[in-house]
């Protein structure tokens, strides 16, 4: 069973910039998906940038693009977040997933049903205007 830990999370003024990163332990992560989504008060989580087990294929919400960067390092069993121009409706929680073996690609992650996926206990983003 893989844990997930978060950090990285903060506050920040508009257009400025936070790197989230998560740990996994307990097994490799190295050939699952993985990604990032966030959570606003009282809404479904949301995802917001996922990566494939091969290193090579990413994608994001639309609301991030070109903004947010997902990144990995299998060496590390990490995956990182960054988050530039941040903006206040990035305000929320940020958590940190890992797919099973049934979940490798960047669009699976997308698409996963949450039970599908192995959640870190989330990390708060704070945007101030």
């Known amino acids: 069973q893989v844990h997930l830990v978060e950090s990285g999370g903060g506050l920040v003024q508009v257009g400025g910039s936070l790197r989230l990163s998560c740990a996994a332990s307990?097994?490799?992560?190295?050939?699952?998906?993985m990604g990032w989504f966030r959570q606003y008060p009282g809404k479904e989580r949301e995802a917001v940038a996922a990566?494939?087990?091969?290193?090579?294929?990413?994608k994001y919400h639309d609301s991030v693009k070109g903004r947010f960067t997902i990144s990995r390092d299998n060496a590390k069993n990490t995956i990182d977040l960054q988050m530039d121009n941040l903006k206040p409706e990035d305000t929320a929680v940020y958590y940190c997933?890992?797919?099973?073996?049934?979940?490798?690609?960047?669009?699976?992650?997308?698409?996963?049903?949450?039970?599908?996926?192995?959640w870190g206990q989330g990390t708060q983003v704070t945007v101030s205007s």
């Open positions: 307990g097994r490799s992560v190295s050939d699952h998906g």
């Open positions: 990566i494939g087990w091969t290193n090579t294929v990413t």
């Open positions: 997933a890992a797919g099973d073996i049934t979940y490798r690609t960047a669009w699976s992650i997308f698409a996963a049903s949450p039970s599908g996926l192995t």
